[in-house]
């Protein structure tokens, strides 16, 4: 199953545990435009938490999707100013 999001980059963060994806994920999402979709690659379980959260407490971008898979963990974050 794949996520029906215009994908403007993807970041690969397999392998990286707490706090990395994150952290990564802050990185690339501040080159991205307004609007724009980031498509995070994950191994980590806790990476399905800790994105949600800080996409919740953090202004300026908005979690559209999450989905589980066997190994990875998929994550769409829109910049939205």
Request: net charge negative; glycine share 10%.
């Amino acid at each position: 199953m794949s996520a029906e999001y215009d994908i403007a980059e993807t970041l690969d963060v397999k392998g990286a545990s707490c706090p990395m994806p994150v952290v990564k994920t802050k990185g690339a999402i501040d080159e991205l435009a307004e609007e724009q979709v980031l498509e995070v690659l994950a191994t980590d379980p806790g990476s399905m938490s800790d994105i949600d959260g800080w996409a919740s407490g953090t202004a300026g971008v908005e979690l559209v999707g999450q989905e589980e898979g066997d190994d990875v963990y998929k994550h769409y974050v829109r910049k939205t100013e």
